[in-house]
Structure formats: structure tokens, C-alpha cells
């Protein structure tokens, strides 16, 4: 749209209204409805050996328990200071080193985990308790108590998302810690998995939480599917092979605002252009490869982190076999019939 043109009369009459907490539509409409996304997000890519080391040295300065939780945010260069990786959703990396407990709480952001380094660490979900490895994806859902525990000699590593953003949007926080640093357990181990892993659901059961029962998807399990899958030769020119996590009892998404994905593209393979409105955050977990998001390349190895804007171009190309985990407000945009995508030439 053409900018207003100013004059003494308007500029008088828009002083005049101020003092009323009112303003001029007009003079800014053509931020608020763009014609296309505009955002400050901004592609980047943090290699994750640089973040063992900050980490480790973190370690050494502060417990998990003082700190809460002790994890590195993942700061969008485009909105520092803002704890966002995109407008809408939080990022970091966390670790738990031996004989570290990360204290019990509960608040309304929900929050998923990927492992990326480590294995063996604990981590407990409204009484059932889960033992993690490397690619597992872990949910904690809304309002459900969770704690970590490490009682081996290694570190571990994952990455967080969380829709804090969300959340600190609608005005619609709640947080409370537990009495207790580590919360009672009173499920088996692979309780959620036993019950709803293996294409069948509990006769009785009517759940009205929106987030998948099930709150650890070994990677042992995804990977397999994967390689399963692939025997098909079927390759998505966009994606590659790419599939979704999904509530069981429902089919949607695994968690109601934040989408998780998992792709596999074989060595050699060069996706066409793609772009979405959902800014989406990628960790590579197998492989090596480079992503080209608008006008810059970024190569990535096992376990480095990237994110891509909404709305900008994205290829990938594997040097080898790779596997990325992704995840967006995708399921948000859907239900409000805001989620747009483009495939190029694909």
C-alpha cells in the first residue's frame, strides 16, 4: 500500500485522538496486513559440538537444581533477547549430567524432548518413567508433572521445544513446582507405549487431553519405519521421505501445538524448493548433508541444529544417508486455515 501523505491537519487530528488511546488505521495498515510473511526470524544454524562445550563449562557453574533446568536457549538472531527460535516457539539445549536431578514441576507450556547425545538418563511423565537413547522424541503435555534424572557416568544432551510464545500470546501461563524434586512413580516402565504403540487403543478409555498418551517414541521404532518405508522408492521431491508423529487415539498431530517430523533422505538425493508459512527447527541426527535457505548455505552433521523461516526457500542434499527431526506450529496454523505451502517446481 502507498504511505498516507502527511499535512498539518492530520498530524494535528492524529495528536489529538492520541490522548484518547486511539490511532489511525490508515497509517498502519501496511504492516499489519502484509501481502506476504514478514518476519524478523532469520536462518541459522548452531553446530551442536561448539554447544558441548559451552555446556560442559556451564556444568561447572551452576546445578540443575538451581537453575531449574539448566539448558542454553537457542536465540533467533533476528529476535535476540526475546528466547525464540521462531515468532512462536522456544528453543534450547539441555543437559543432565551424573547425578544430576532436574526438579519436578508442571506449567501450561507444553514441551517435547529429542535426545541427542547420551544415553541411559531418566525422565518421568505424570508416574511413568522412561529410560532415553539418542533420536528417542519425548512429550511432556500441559499441566503434567515431569522430572529428569541422570544416574549414569555420561552426559546427556537433547533438545527442548516448547511453545512458550504461544502461550505468553494468549496470556495463558501457569507454572508450579513440586514439594518433591522427583515425583512418585506409580506405572510400569513403557506403560503409554505397551497400551497405545502397537495400533491399538484401550476399549474404555476416553481421554479429553489433545497430546498423544504415548510419551516416548524410540527412535529404535521410527527408525526401523523409515527403513521399512524406503523399500518402496517413492521420494517425495520436497522432503524426501518424511512422516509425521501422531497421536494414536486421534490421528492428528502428537502434541496440539507443536508438529514433529522425521525425514530420511538417501545419499545423493537434492530436494526441490520448498517453502510454508510454519517456521520449522530441524536437528539432524544421522549424516551429513547442506540446507540452502534463501540466499545461504549451511552444512550440518549429526546433531546440529538449524531453523528456517516462514515463508523462505529450502532445499536439502544428503553427501549420505541422513535423517532429520523437525518441528513447527504447524498444527495451529491448520486448525485456523492459516498454513500455506509452496513446492516450487517440485
Known amino acids: 500500500m502507498e504511505a498516507v501523505q502527511k499535512t498539518p491537519e492530520r498530524e494535528a487530528f492524529y495528536k489529538k485522538i492520541d490522548g484518547e488511546n486511539l490511532s489511525a488505521l490508515w497509517n498502519v495498515l501496511g504492516d499489519l496486513v502484509t501481502p506476504e510473511p514478514r518476519s524478523a526470524c532469520r ?3 548452531w553446530k551442536f559440538d561448539a554447544i558441548r562445550d559451552y555446556m560442559t563449562e556451564a556444568g561447572k557453574l551452576i546445578t540443575a537444581k538451581e537453575a531449574e533446568r539448566r539448558v542454553l536457549i537457542l536465540e533467533n538472531p533476528g529476535l535476540r533477547g526475546q528466547s ?4 512462536s516457539l522456544f528453543a534450547g539445549v539441555q543437559m543432565v549430567i551424573p547425578g544430576d536431578i532436574a526438579p519436578a514441576h508442571r506449567h501450561s507450556q507444553s514441551a517435547l524432548r529429542f535426545v541427542l547425545e547420551g544415553r541411559g538418563s531418566t525422565t518421568s511423565v505424570d508416574g511413568e518413567q522412561t529410560v532415553m537413547e539418542p533420536g528417542d522424541f519425548v512429550i511432556t503435555p500441559s499441566m503434567t508433572w515431569h522430572d529428569h534424572a541422570n544416574q549414569t557416568n555420561e552426559p546427556m544432551f537433547w533438545l527442548d521445544g516448547l511453545d512458550i510464545p504461544m502461550v505468553q500470546f494468549f496470556d495463558a501461563s501457569f507454572a508450579e513446582a513440586s514439594k518433591e524434586d522427583q515425583q512418585k512413580i506409580s506405572r510400569p516402565p513403557g506403560d503409554s507405549f505397551a497400551r497405545y504403540g502397537h495400533n491399538l ?4 478409555v476416553k481421554r479429553a487431553s489433545k497430546t498423544s498418551p504415548i510419551f516416548n517414541y524410540p527412535f529404535a521404532y521410527t527408525r526401523e519405519a523409515l527403513e521399512k518405508a524406503k523399500r518402496s522408492d517413492e521420494w517425495d521431491a520436497c522432503h524426501g521421505l518424511k512422516l ?5 487415539a486421534t490421528g492428528d498431530f502428537a502434541m496440539p501445538t507443536i508438529g514433529t517430523f522425521i525425514q530420511l533422505l538417501p545419499k545423493g538425493f537434492k530436494t526441490a524448493r520448498y517453502r510454508s508459512t510454519d517456521a520449522t527447527v530441524f536437528a539432524a541426527i544421522e ?5 540452502r535457505i534463501g540466499d545461504k548455505v549451511f552444512e550440518w552433521g549429526p ?4 531453523v528456517v523461516p516462514s515463508w523462505q526457500w529450502v532445499t536439502h542434499e544428503a553427501d549420505e544417508d541422513a535423517v532429520l527431526f ?10 485456523l486455515d492459516l498454513f500455506r505451502e509452496d513446492r516450487g517446481n517440485a
Open 326 to 335: 523437525s518441528f513447527s506450529d504447524r498444527p495451529v496454523q491448520q486448525k
Open 244 to 248: 509425521k508423529y501422531t497421536n494414536p
Open 303 to 306: 546433531r546440529d541444529l538449524f
Open 84 to 87: 525464540r527460535i521462531t515468532t
Open 43 to 45: 536462518p541459522h544454524l
Open 201 to 204: 487403543l484401550p476399549v474404555d
Open 287 to 291: 549424516g551429513k548433508g547442506r540446507s
